[in-house]
């Protein structure tokens, strides 16, 4: 018989006890992108890449990144990831690679791939769990002697270990930091697989120099620098008051070192000068000399809603660093051959107090027929067969769903597509009036790839895995503008080109029977083969002058 197993309070209480953080991910791996074998490969090269581009723009440096991935035995490879950016200070490197949550951009309300302080420590936990080795990182700064680490990471205290540390004599780069770690993994080509993904992330960061080796290849593939400048770096920014809510206010008026609320209000938020601040106060019934850790809890509450009451500017833009219609088109233009293309970069926008930036581009072709080259008065130049679309280009089909590249701060999202704000954006935009296939409650068809790209200081994704942005309201509105704005322009060249098209059979038409006119008139009239040839061009030259394109 199944012996009693219930407890008291006192027996649960003995196996109550804090959980640490790195434990937990371990256990729910999948929360951050480790799901299967596959996606661990991608997610780890996703972090090293993120981070490695970030600490490059950061420092104003223009990245050249190595990406590297070596086959160790069926399962196991091997992922390297170097960059020529600032480096990484000595004392940091076990912290940064050996602990979950801990990094310089959770804080910082700047725009950047990272935000949470999860990412490389993640990649090499999940190293270490599969394959017991931790993850091994060589860095060197401008200023500090190259060193070389080998990580493992204790995870119940969620606190690295140095399994091996030494300084090295010299290093390859004059600074830059190289990670290195061994992975239970699965490398695959096709959609989603880390090739698709290096492609997306040179669509969208045409500034960076990437090499990138994979097994299967002869040599490395390079995608190189398309503009030489750097991105505008985004500043940093206070939070806006509409963005924090009533927890977050009551934290920071225990930790502000301001000493009037009036002054806490002016000092730790954007956009609230001394007028602004005082308006609060009133409207709050509050003094504006109240000390800031001494306002009760119910007070905190008049305050959130004074603040929700009062008029107070949008928060400033300059924090954001959006692509830019030019830099899409040029990385669309790079990495996919389409006939047409039409971006749009929207003004910037707010939710929950955190600025943003949507932008769209649109790459669209005319597959599996014969490509018509028009110039801009619609003439037509020449003609082209057009191939059917293969890996290298980003265009499918005609008749396939079209190509949805999604990006939040220029880092390309691969999964949990349906569930994202972009493509619920797609879904809902009537593609129909712009000339495309739409069937209902899906993508909609044609051989054309949409580029979407959300800018901001807090990207809002789904999990802590960052691949698929939350639908919040603000957000989809704007990027349905913008693709409403791009459809526009699309709509009007299909139109044309279906004009030109047109024109084109007609053109043929003639051709094919005018020959057999002229036999037939030289019969009718008893003319010479030249009179023949003469009517001929005569009638040519008048058809071509009364058409109109
Ligand atoms: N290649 C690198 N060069 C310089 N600094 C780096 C590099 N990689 C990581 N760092 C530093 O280590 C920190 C932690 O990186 P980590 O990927 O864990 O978190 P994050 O990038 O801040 O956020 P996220 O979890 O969203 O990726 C970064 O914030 C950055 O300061
Ligand atoms: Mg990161």
Same mark, same amino acid.
């Given at each position: @018989? /199944?012996?009693?197993?219930?407890?008291?309070?006192?027996? @649960? /209480?003995?196996?109550?006890?804090?959980? &640490? %953080?790195?434990?937990?991910?371990? +256990?729910?791996?999948?929360?951050?992108?480790?799901?299967?074998?596959?996606? *661990?490969?991608?997610?780890?090269? +996703?972090?090293?890449?993120?981070n490695s581009l970030d600490a490059c723009e950061e420092a104003g440096i223009l990245p050249d990144l190595l990406i590297e991935i070596i086959q160790l035995q069926e399962d196991r490879f091997r992922v390297v990831i170097e960059d020529n950016g600032p480096g990484i200070v000595k004392a940091q490197i076990p912290n940064i690679f050996g602990r979950l949550l801990y990094g310089s951009k959770f804080h910082s309300r700047r725009q950047s791939r990272g935000q949470q302080g999860i990412g490389i420590s993640a990649a090499g936990l999940y190293a270490q769990m599969t394959t017991g080795r931790g993850p091994r990182i060589e860095s060197k700064t401008a200023k500090g002697k190259p060193h070389r680490f080998e990580i493992q990471m204790d995870f119940s205290k969620n606190k690295p270990l140095i399994a091996k540390e030494e300084e090295l004599v010299e290093w390859h780069q004059k600074q830059g930091t190289r990670f290195e770690a061994d992975l239970e993994a699965t490398y695959q080509k096709g959609l989603?697989?880390?090739?698709?993904?290096?492609?997306?992330?040179?669509?969208?960061?045409?500034?960076?120099?990437?090499?990138?080796?994979?097994?299967? @290849?002869?040599?490395?593939?390079?995608?190189?620098?398309?503009?030489?400048?750097?991105? *505008?770096?985004?500043?940093?920014?206070?939070?806006?008051?509409?963005?924090?809510?009533?927890?977050?206010? @009551?934290?920071?008026?225990?930790?502000?070192?301001?000493?009037?609320?009036?002054?806490?209000?002016?000092?730790?938020?954007?956009?609230?000068?001394?007028?602004?601040?005082?308006?609060?106060?009133?409207?709050?019934?509050?003094?504006?000399?109240?000390?800031? !850790?001494?306002?009760?809890?119910?007070?905190?509450? /008049?305050?959130?809603?004074?603040?929700?009451?009062?008029?107070?500017?949008?928060? #400033?833009?300059?924090?954001?660093?959006?692509?830019?219609?030019?830099?899409?088109?040029?990385?669309?233009?790079?990495?996919?051959? /389409? $006939?047409?293309?039409?971006?749009? !970069?929207?003004? #910037?926008? %707010?939710?929950?107090?955190?600025?943003?930036?949507?932008?769209?581009?649109?790459?669209? &072709?005319?597959?599996?027929?014969?490509?018509?080259?028009?110039?801009?008065?619609?003439?037509?130049?020449?003609?082209?067969?057009?191939?059917?679309?293969?890996?290298?280009?980003?265009?499918?089909?005609?008749? $396939?769903?079209?190509?949805?590249?999604?990006?939040?701060?220029?880092?390309?999202?691969?999964?949990?597509?349906?569930?994202?704000?972009?493509?619920? !954006?797609?879904?809902?935009?009537?593609? +129909?009036?712009?000339?495309?296939?739409?069937?209902?409650?899906?993508?909609?068809?044609?051989?054309?790839?949409?580029?979407?790209?959300?800018?901001? %200081?807090?990207?809002?994704?789904?999990?802590?895995?960052?691949? =698929?942005? =939350?639908?919040? #309201?603000?957000?989809?509105?704007?990027?349905?503008? =913008?693709?409403?704005? =791009?459809?526009?322009?699309?709509?009007?060249?299909?139109?044309?080109?279906?004009?030109?098209?047109?024109?084109?059979?007609?053109?043929?038409?003639?051709?094919?029977?005018? #020959?057999?006119?002229?036999?037939?008139?030289?019969?009718?009239?008893?003319?010479?083969?030249?009179?023949?040839?003469?009517?001929?061009?005569?009638?040519?030259?008048?058809?071509?002058?009364?058409?109109?394109?």
């Amino acid at each position: @018989m /199944a012996k009693n197993t219930h407890r008291t309070a006192e027996q @649960m /209480a003995a196996a109550q006890r804090e959980i &640490s %953080v790195s434990e937990f991910f371990a +256990k729910n791996r999948h929360l951050l992108g480790f799901d299967n074998p596959r996606k *661990a490969l991608l997610t780890t090269i +996703k972090e090293g890449v993120d981070n490695s581009l970030d600490a490059c723009e950061e420092a104003g440096i223009l990245p050249d990144l190595l990406i590297e991935i070596i086959q160790l035995q069926e399962d196991r490879f091997r992922v390297v990831i170097e960059d020529n950016g600032p480096g990484i200070v000595k004392a940091q490197i076990p912290n940064i690679f050996g602990r979950l949550l801990y990094g310089s951009k959770f804080h910082s309300r700047r725009q950047s791939r990272g935000q949470q302080g999860i990412g490389i420590s993640a990649a090499g936990l999940y190293a270490q769990m599969t394959t017991g080795r931790g993850p091994r990182i060589e860095s060197k700064t401008a200023k500090g002697k190259p060193h070389r680490f080998e990580i493992q990471m204790d995870f119940s205290k969620n606190k690295p270990l140095i399994a091996k540390e030494e300084e090295l004599v010299e290093w390859h780069q004059k600074q830059g930091t190289r990670f290195e770690a061994d992975l239970e993994a699965t490398y695959q080509k096709g959609l989603r697989s880390v090739d698709d993904y290096m492609k997306q992330t040179a669509v969208s960061n045409p500034h960076a120099r990437i090499r990138y080796l994979a097994p299967g @290849m002869e040599e490395a593939r390079v995608y190189e620098r398309a503009v030489e400048e750097l991105p *505008a770096l985004g500043e940093e920014i206070k939070p806006h008051p509409y963005g924090v809510e009533i927890g977050e206010l @009551m934290k920071m008026l225990r930790d502000t070192s301001s000493r009037t609320l009036s002054g806490f209000m002016q000092e730790e938020f954007c956009r609230v000068g001394a007028k602004v601040a005082d308006e609060i106060c009133t409207n709050a019934k509050l003094s504006k000399k109240a000390y800031p !850790s001494r306002i009760a809890r119910e007070e905190v509450d /008049a305050l959130y809603r004074a603040i929700q009451a009062t008029r107070i500017s949008a928060p #400033p833009t300059t924090c954001l660093s959006p692509i830019g219609e030019e830099r899409i088109l040029e990385g669309l233009r790079k990495e996919c051959d /389409a $006939d047409f293309y039409s971006v749009v !970069s929207r003004p #910037p926008s %707010v939710y929950r107090g955190n600025p943003f930036q949507i932008e769209v581009g649109i790459g669209w &072709s005319r597959a599996g027929s014969d490509r018509l080259e028009v110039d801009e008065t619609g003439r037509i130049l020449k003609t082209r067969k057009r191939g059917t679309a293969d890996t290298e280009d980003l265009l499918g089909g005609a008749d $396939d769903p079209i190509r949805l590249l999604r990006y939040a701060n220029r880092v390309p999202l691969l999964f949990q597509q349906s569930a994202c704000a972009f493509t619920k !954006s797609i879904i809902q935009t009537a593609w +129909k009036n712009y000339g495309l296939q739409h069937p209902r409650g899906s993508l909609p068809l044609g051989s054309a790839v949409i580029f979407v790209h959300m800018a901001s %200081v807090w990207v809002p994704y789904t999990s802590e895995a960052k691949e =698929a942005i =939350a639908p919040y #309201p603000e957000i989809l509105k704007e990027i349905k503008l =913008a693709l409403q704005e =791009a459809g526009r322009k699309l709509g009007q060249f299909i139109r044309k080109g279906k004009r030109v098209e047109r024109e084109f059979e007609k053109r043929e038409y003639i051709d094919k029977y005018l #020959p057999h006119v002229g036999i037939g008139l030289q019969e009718i009239l008893g003319l010479s083969n030249e009179q023949r040839e003469e009517t001929v061009a005569t009638l040519r030259d008048s058809m071509e002058s009364t058409r109109k394109i």
